[in-house]
C-alpha cells in the first residue's frame, strides 16, 4: 500500500529556476495538502484541496503554485526559486468526512535548497 | 503570530518514565487536536486527537490532556520506550497550525 508519494526526495535549484514537486495518493482522498517546515520550525500550510478542481490558499502560498486535475495527484510549482523556499516540503491527504475530525497521511518529504 | 505553541524544544526521559510534552494553542474556536510523531527523514504520523468536547483521551501508552479554559493540552507518554525517541507535534484548526515540535529522546 503506497498511501502518498512524494518525488523527488531531493532537489537543488538555482535561483529564478522553477520546479514542480510531484504529490500523488492511492487512498481516494479528497483531501490534500501541503506544507513546507523550516529548521526547528512547525509545520506551515502552503495550499490545500478539498477535491478535484478545487484549491485555496493556506498560510504562506506566496511563491507556489498548485492544480488539482485529478483525486490521485495535487502537483506544488515553485516558478522563480528564492533561497527563503530552501524547506523540506510535505505533502499530505485525508479522507472526506468530518475533515475537522480526520488524521493526515503524510508522505516523506521533499528536501528543497535554493542556492 | 504562532497560533499552536510548543514551549519546549526538547525533552530528554529515561526509559520507563514519564514523558509530557506540552501544546498551548491562542484560538479558542479550535475544537480538534492532534498529535503527530515524526522519525527522521520521514513524514509524520498520527498519534493520537481529543475533541473539545472532552478532556482527556487515552490509547495505550499515550494519553491526550484538554485544558480549555487554559487553552493547553498535554500529551503524557507511560511508560515512556527508546523507540518513542521521536519529534512530537501537536495541530490544531483543522490542521491548518502545527506546533514547532518538541523532541523527544528515551535514555535507556
Known amino acids: 500500500n503506497a498511501g502518498v508519494t512524494q518525488t523527488p526526495k531531493f532537489r537543488i535549484l538555482k535561483i529564478g529556476q522553477s520546479m514542480t514537486l510531484q504529490c500523488t495518493q492511492d487512498m481516494n482522498h479528497n483531501y490534500m495538502y501541503w506544507y513546507r517546515q523550516d529548521p526547528g520550525m512547525g509545520l506551515k500550510l502552503i495550499y490545500y484541496s478539498v477535491g478535484a478542481g478545487i484549491t485555496d490558499k493556506g498560510e504562506v502560498p506566496n511563491g507556489y503554485n498548485v492544480s488539482r486535475s485529478t483525486t490521485e495527484d495535487f502537483p506544488l510549482r515553485l516558478e522563480l526559486a528564492a533561497p527563503s523556499q530552501t524547506s523540506v516540503y510535505f505533502c499530505?491527504?485525508?479522507?472526506?468526512?468530518?475533515?475537522?475530525?480526520?488524521?493526515?497521511?503524510f508522505g516523506s518529504g521533499t528536501q528543497l535548497s535554493v542556492l | 503570530d504562532q497560533q499552536v505553541k510548543q514551549n519546549s524544544p526538547s525533552l530528554s526521559v529515561q526509559e520507563g518514565r514519564i514523558s509530557i510534552l506540552n501544546c498551548d494553542y491562542t484560538n479558542s474556536m479550535f475544537d480538534y487536536f492532534l498529535w503527530y510523531k515524526k522519525y527522521p527523514a520521514e513524514g509524520p504520523t498520527f498519534l493520537i486527537s481529543?475533541?473539545?468536547?472532552?478532556d482527556k483521551n487515552e490509547d495505550g501508552r499515550f494519553t491526550v490532556f484538554l485544558n480549555k479554559s487554559a487553552k493547553h493540552l498535554s500529551l503524557h507518554i507511560v511508560p515512556s520506550q527508546p523507540g518513542d525517541s521521536a519529534v512530537y507535534f501537536c495541530a490544531a484548526g483543522n490542521q491548518f497550525y502545527f506546533g514547532t515540535g518538541t523532541s523527544l529522546t528515551v535514555i535507556p
Open positions: 499530505a491527504s485525508s479522507p472526506l468526512r468530518d475533515r475537522v475530525n480526520e488524521k493526515l497521511f
Open positions: 481529543i475533541s473539545s468536547i472532552k
